[in-house]
């Protein structure tokens, strides 16, 4: 089982710039893709951003160029930079990451984070 906590979300202006990160914990053998997604109210879960473990990325082409997903294999945190933020990409965003999970049954899993809030207003 992967545990992942969030962190970074708040309030920013139009324009500015927020930092999530994500750190995975628990029981595992290998964490595989990482990624960000976010839910705005009314609207679907959306992927924002991916990242495989050999740093593989994939981006919604509505932040292509404003973000940038990275990781830190050794600390198994992901995280998300993102810049030139609008309106509407306020969101709660969420960290998932899909893992193979320790020994002696190494299943294959997918967990999720709780969320962070990213409102950008003015």
């Known amino acids: 089982q992967v545990q992942l906590v969030e962190s970074g979300g708040g309030l920013v202006q139009p324009g500015g710039s927020l930092r999530l990160s994500c750190a995975a914990s628990?029981?595992?053998?290998?964490?595989?893709?990482m990624g960000w997604y976010r839910q705005a109210p009314g609207k679907q879960r959306e992927l924002v951003a991916s990242?495989?473990?050999?740093?593989?990325?994939n981006y919604a082409d509505s932040v292509k160029g404003r973000f940038t997903i990275s990781r830190d294999n050794a600390k198994n945190t992901v995280y998300l930079q993102m810049n030139s933020l609008k309106p509407e990409d306020t969101a709660v965003y969420y960290c998932?990451?899909?893992?193979?999970?320790?020994?002696?049954?190494?299943?294959?899993?997918?967990?999720w984070g709780q969320g962070t809030q990213v409102t950008v207003s003015s």
């Open positions: 998932n990451a899909d893992y193979i999970g320790a020994a002696p049954r190494f299943r294959i899993g997918s967990s």
């Open positions: 990242i495989t473990s050999g740093a593989g990325t």
């Open positions: 628990g029981s595992f053998f290998s964490i595989n893709a």
